[in-house]
């Protein structure tokens, strides 16, 4: 294995185990007693959607990471397609629960504002997933999947921000503002430069190809 090839594993590999410890730890709202939770508005404000969207969210998550691996998607294409309706089923939940949540982000109407616009990046790019499946365009379909993946790993980056902001002693009133854009907005971006750079690649290895020119 080379470093071409050993570094998108190993970062697949690091992106699987964050989506599995935050995901497993988040559905701990959906136990019996809500173990250790957390002094959140949104959660005191809304806690039936707090718990809804805990759980949703958190399969999208864990369900993502095994969808992007082009192995799987060949070897098991059924199963593709039956985890793709899950994980679609779950950012739809994921997604209206946490309207609610969003509206009583702490801090008030950047965190508000940053926390819908989120979700609606979140739905589009899911949506138009689905339907460039539907429509059988499976390399657009694809791509749409990767950007709402990123935006769904959006739970992983803004757990890292908070942790972050904790450690070097920033105030939450002033953090959280930001992070609540944070979270999101470079993970799409580095998507786009991700699939831009893809693009490339392939149009390298195509120029390249005595068969391209048939």
Partial sequence: MTVRTLAPALAWGLLTLLALAVGIVSLRYALPGMPFPMDLPSLQSAPRAFVVHAVSASLALMLGPVQLVAAWRTRFPALHRWVGRAYVVAIAVGWLSSLPLALHAMTGPVAVAGFLALGVAWVVATGMGLMRALQRRFADH????????????????????????????????VSYPFI???????????????????????????????????
């Fill in 142 to 173: 694809r791509r749409w999947m990767v950007r709402s993946y990123a935006l769904t790993a959006a739970a992983i980056t803004l757990r890292i921000y908070l942790g972050g902001s904790m450690a070097l002693g920033i105030d939450e009133q």
């Fill in 180 to 214: 609540a854009w944070l979270c999101w907005v470079p993970n799409l971006l580095g998507a786009e430069w991700y699939l831009r750079r893809q693009g490339v690649t392939q149009s390298r290895r195509q120029r390249r190809s005595p068969l391209a020119s048939l």
